[in-house]
């Protein structure tokens, strides 16, 4: 419980941050389908060396770039939209990954792979968690202020500098090291929750960026100690308990949330005078 209580705290301080711009970017979905890719590099890693940090790792890195690179270069070199040409890839890459597992492991393998162990968390496995979002939160320091433009105005950064194009590339990869980080503690299925759940239930408490991103990576590790509690007392597994209360906080703040929430869109407002 211990390990698992820091490898939650180390997802919050990555995924946080990268769910909101994803949350930001209308990239959500995304996210999402990139969780799936990174599924046939990790099973080509337990195919290779069984369940070995380093091998799925890389395996699961590789995948995913390789996914949001040909989904992209798919979606410039033809009529298809980017959506569509994502969800093609990610799918493909589930049964695969799906598909390679079976092959080698059993129904236990299998189950560790798309749902993960977060109560099974070794030294290993908590310094890359670890290293991955310091590495992030470092990156998301030089790559601000190009992030933040290609959000509000993407055109306006294209005029003005070429550093659109370049943090974009490094923020699909932040993303993808931030799901396979996840991949290990939550599995491929539930990695992304800890990312998007928290930053769209921060968006009806706060409008401000950086608030944004600290609401939102307060929310998704308290849902990491809520998730873990309920799983130690009421014997549920840790995994899907966290991912059940980010979602519960993400219910709750859809109707009494005071930016955008049902209530505050019901209840009339004063107008501005001069």
Do not use: Q
């Not at 705290?9 to 711009?21: E, I, Q």
């Not at 014997?235 to 209360?245: E, N, R």
């Amino acid at each position: 419980m211990r390990r698992a209580l820091v490898g939650v705290f180390a997802l919050s301080l990555g995924a946080g941050p990268v769910g909101v711009f994803l949350m930001l970017r209308r990239m959500s979905l995304t996210g999402d389908a990139m969780a799936h890719a990174i599924l046939p590099g990790a099973a080509i890693g337990f195919l290779v060396s069984g369940l070995d940090l380093a091998a799925m790792t890389i395996g699961g890195l590789a995948a995913g770039l390789l996914v949001a690179v040909g989904a992209g270069v798919v979606a410039r070199a033809t009529e298809i939209k980017e959506d569509a040409s994502m969800a093609a890839f990610y799918l493909v890459s589930l049964a695969l990954g799906v598909m390679i597992v079976s092959l080698k492991g059993s129904n236990v393998d299998l189950l560790h792979v798309l749902f993960g162990t977060v109560l099974g968390l070794d030294d290993p496995t908590l310094l890359l968690v670890a290293g991955i979002a310091s590495l992030t939160l470092v990156t998301l320091a030089f790559i601000w202020r190009p992030l933040v433009l290609e959000c509000v105005d993407p055109t306006f950064l294209a005029s003005v500098s070429r550093a659109g194009g370049v943090s974009h590339i490094i923020f699909l990869a932040l993303v993808v090291m931030n799901l396979v980080g996840g991949f290990h503690a939550l599995g491929t299925l539930l990695s992304v929750g800890l990312m998007m759940l928290p930053a769209a239930t921060a968006r009806f408490w706060v409008r401000d960026l950086t608030a944004l991103v600290v609401v939102a990576t307060v929310i998704a590790f308290v849902a990491g100690v809520a998730g873990l509690l309920i799983s130690y007392y009421v014997g549920a597994p840790s995994g899907p308990a966290i991912i059940l209360v980010a979602g519960a906080a993400y219910a709750v703040s859809v109707v009494f949330g005071p930016a955008g929430g049902v209530l505050s869109r019901l209840m009339p407002r004063r107008h501005l005078e001069a």
